[in-house]
């Protein structure tokens, strides 16, 4: 089988042996897959010092004939957002970006969310300081969702019921999203004025302004967002940028 190239950004790698790495690539032509790089420890590599976390790159891979572990004879780094490593909310967006994608962006091909996750990277990096946290829930938002999990929030998550833009409603991270007033009944969930879900809808929506909000609205759209993804994506695992994301305990830093 020929090998393929394709546009790819590095989500980890870790040690193989002496001299060689494995790498855990986002892809776009294959999805994210695993790849070992042979020999990318030696002083001489042909690798160099390409494979660094979020490297932007054309990936060369030979497929396994069997197994999903493939072979990487090739990175051509395009773009390594070192600017992400300048600020610690940066780094912390951009750790969970990738580890939504790596965790539960599919082994095959999904341009959708490789696109959406490359272009959140180049957005956090230019992103003034005082936008990087509103910044940041859109990107998280918009990629829960691009990966199948958007919440309902113009109709009840339960029976399809619309529900007025102008009224409270209740947000029920287990159910998916907002509910009626007769299914809300006796359900556990964030009460969400109408202000609130409209800015949870600019979140997820493109095209909308995002919202300018104050630290203590940011942090319950943090929340919200958290469990969110606990209940719909995680199904139990840990999942250690979210934690991070989440405590914030260096903004005392």
């Known amino acids: 089988m020929p090998p393929i190239t394709t546009p790819a950004i590095v989500l980890t790698t870790i040690?193989?042996?002496e001299t060689?790495?494995?790498?855990?690539?986002?892809?776009?032509?294959?999805?994210?897959?695993?790849?070992?790089?042979?020999?990318?420890?030696?002083?001489?590599?042909?690798?160099?010092?390409?494979?660094?976390?979020l490297s932007e790159g054309q990936a060369t891979l030979h497929l396994a004939r069997s197994g999903d572990l493939h072979t990487l004879t090739q990175f051509?780094?395009?773009?390594?957002?070192?600017?992400?490593?300048?600020?610690?909310?940066r780094f912390a967006v951009a750790s969970l970006l990738s580890e939504l994608m790596l965790r539960f962006a599919p082994a095959t091909p999904h341009a959708e969310s490789y696109d959406l996750f490359r272009?959140?990277?180049?957005?956090?990096?230019?992103?003034?300081?005082?936008?990087?946290e509103p910044v940041g829930l859109r990107v998280v938002w918009r990629l829960v969702a691009v990966l199948g999990f958007a919440p309902a929030l113009t109709a009840c998550a339960r029976d399809?019921?619309?529900?007025?833009?102008d009224t409270a409603a209740c947000f029920s991270a287990q159910d998916g999203g907002i509910l009626c007033r007769g299914c809300a009944r006796g359900t556990e969930g964030a009460e969400l004025k109408p202000a609130d879900r409209m800015d949870l809808m600019a979140f997820l929506d493109p095209g909308a302004a995002i919202p300018s909000l104050d630290e203590r609205h940011l942090a319950a759209h943090r929340r919200l967002l958290e469990r969110y993804i606990r209940h719909h994506l995680s199904e139990g695992a840990a999942l250690p940028a979210l934690a991070f994301w989440l405590e914030r305990s260096w903004t005392a830093a």
């Not at 399809?160 to 833009?165: F, K, L, R, S």
């Open 160 to 165: 399809g019921v619309p529900v007025a833009a």
């Open 119 to 132: 272009d959140a990277l180049a957005v956090l990096e230019a992103a003034p300081a005082a936008a990087v």
């Open 76 to 89: 051509d780094p395009r773009n390594v957002w070192t600017g992400l490593g300048a600020r610690m909310d």
């Open 15 to 17: 040690r193989y042996g």
């Open 20 to 53: 060689s790495k494995i790498a855990r690539l986002a892809t776009r032509d294959l999805g994210v897959q695993s790849a070992i790089a042979k020999g990318a420890l030696r002083p001489r590599s042909r690798f160099g010092t390409a494979l660094h976390l």
